[in-house]
């Protein structure tokens, strides 16, 4: 299995709606990663977690919240979020470090209204 | 202030012929390149690394290049297909760091 698996595939939500997105690796990677990515822009890396514990957030709103319940688990979780949060989310994995190759799920297109 | 740079925003090239994607750095502590393929709708897929130790590196149909003294990296594609039109990512990374800074991408668009 060399998926990482993502859902909700789209995601329409308002601006007091609480919602959290999944990703799911069973690769035995350890460093798990979100990325957000507009339209005609590079991904942009979010958070990073090394063997299930934060190492690095790059200083994002507290609107968005991770939770990495176990090696093989990822969730944002998404409360009060703006229509500039509107993006496609990624999850990433790699086996241990992100200068290795990142394999990345298929992404959560979400809309804020 | 970009640290990796994709000046072509799209690039078009006949089927069969070679695709080359540019691509530069600013930081010369970057230790590890890698290029990554986008389709629509779908998440980003690695293609091909190379370390900072190395100039060149092949893996079929694509080679990459790096040239250290420019800070110049470039993904050459030989014989290019249809399948190969997508967005193109050059990336960096920085092993102390442990995170991978993207470009902003080309479009390789492969015509018939």
């Known amino acids: 299995d060399t998926e990482v698996t993502q859902t909700p595939k789209h995601l329409v939500m308002g601006m007091t709606n609480k919602k959290s997105l999944k990703c799911e690796q069973h690769?035995?990677?350890?460093?798990m990663y979100w990325y957000k990515q507009k339209a005609k822009k590079p991904p942009e890396l979010m958070f990073v977690?090394?063997?299930?514990?934060?190492?690095i957030n790059e200083s994002v709103p507290s609107r968005f919240s991770p939770e990495c319940p176990n090696s093989s688990l990822l969730n944002l979780h998404l409360h009060a979020l703006q229509p500039e949060d509107s993006a496609l989310y990624l999850c990433?994995?790699?086996?241990?470090?992100?200068?290795?190759?990142?394999?990345f799920g298929s992404g959560t297109q979400l809309s804020v209204l | 202030d970009q640290q990796v740079k994709q000046n072509s925003p799209s690039l078009s090239v006949q089927e069969g012929r070679i695709s080359i994607l540019n691509c530069d750095y600013t930081?010369?502590?970057?230790?590890?390149f890698l290029w990554y393929k986008k389709y629509p709708a779908e998440g980003p897929t690695f293609l091909i690394s190379?370390?900072?130790?190395?100039d060149k590196n092949e893996d079929g149909r694509f080679t990459v290049f790096l040239n250290k003294s420019a800070k110049h990296l470039s993904l050459h594609i030989v014989p290019s297909q249809p399948g190969d039109s997508a967005v193109y990512f050059c990336?960096?990374?920085?092993?102390?760091?442990?995170?991978?800074?993207f470009g902003k991408g080309t479009r390789l668009h492969i015509l018939p």
């Open positions: 990433a994995s790699s086996l241990y470090r992100a200068s290795e190759k990142l394999f």
């Open positions: 690769m035995g990677h350890r460093a």
């Open positions: 977690y090394s063997y299930e514990k934060l190492s």
């Open positions: 930081n010369s502590m970057f230790d590890y």
């Open positions: 190379i370390s900072s130790i190395k």
């Open positions: 990336a960096a990374s920085l092993n102390r760091d442990d995170k991978i800074i």
